[in-house]
């Protein structure tokens, strides 16, 4: 019963946080802040979500495979943020708020506007 | 040859952990395909202290303990700056590797990209160009937030390599 209701809270916050990830790939004003955005639904609300169903699961083999689940999006997240985020660099998309020189990094950070 | 014994009984465990049946067919199923495996990846050569890094586990294992902290703590930062209670101030900058190798060089930028609000997008030889959402988040990683519970034995086997 307790458990139950620890696992229904933990999948509602971390079903919160999904949303609130959303919420930021909309609001945030460029690509690489809208990364950090979706950083929360990798990191935070899929722990949240996989941790809340392990305790519907208790002690068995599906618990493993949630924890599975859990370690490769560790791995694979970061991998899959850092090409896309590389990519775009690599092309020339300039941050907003950093100068337009911004490639020869010259600046450690950006100046005052 | 203590790589393959570690790969071999991490395989094993794997396959008893995802089958879940231990009648002695399966499992000599499991034993088949865990040599075969290994026989696959001895002949590419794919096992070595880079792909399975069994000298950095003890370290990694308390590393990680102290990373979830420092995600949790940056997850609430983004949450609170998405709503709008914190301001959005991007910016770009260069933080020095803590260690030299290569293995702890992907180590260190993962886990950046890792924490909600600072993200790595290129990799130069001794740095790394980081783009954050916050100064304040520029400031500690600059600062060395997170390079100073970087685990310290990263650079042993690799230099023993050399």
């Known amino acids: 019963m307790i458990l139950d209701w620890l696992s229904y809270t933990l999948i509602t916050l971390g079903a919160l946080l999904s949303v609130i990830g959303g919420i930021g790939l909309h609001r945030m004003p460029d690509f690489y802040c809208r990364l950090h955005a979706v950083g929360v639904t990798d990191t935070l609300c899929s722990f949240l979500i996989l941790f809340g169903l392990s305790f519907q699961a208790g002690f068995s083999l599906a618990t493993v495979k949630l924890f599975l689940i859990f370690a490769f999006l560790l791995f694979t997240s970061p991998t899959a943020s850092f090409s896309l985020s590389h990519s775009a660099w690599k092309w020339g998309l300039t941050p907003i708020g950093v100068r337009e020189d911004a490639p020869s990094m010259k600046i450690k950070v950006r100046e005052e506007s | ?162």
């Open chain 2, 1 to 162: 040859m203590k790589h393959y014994i570690s790969v071999a009984s991490l395989l094993m465990i794997l396959w008893l952990l995802l089958s879940g049946h231990y009648n002695p067919l399966m499992i000599s199923f499991g034993v088949v395909s865990v040599c075969f495996t290994l026989w696959l990846s001895y002949r590419m050569r794919i096992i070595d202290d880079e792909s399975h890094p069994i000298h950095l586990s003890g370290s990694l294992i308390k590393y990680w303990i102290v990373l979830s902290y420092k995600i949790f703590l940056a997850n609430v930062d983004v949450v609170l700056r998405i709503i709008g209670v914190r301001p959005v101030e991007p910016q770009l900058i260069r933080i020095p590797f803590p260690k030299q190798d290569d293995l702890s060089k992907v180590i260190y930028a993962n886990s950046v990209t890792l924490t909600p609000g600072s993200a790595s997008i290129e990799i130069y030889p001794d740095s790394v160009l980081v783009h954050t959402i916050s100064k304040e988040g520029a400031t500690a990683l600059l600062e060395g937030d997170l390079a100073d519970i970087f685990p310290a034995k990263a650079t042993q086997s690799n230099e023993a390599q050399q």
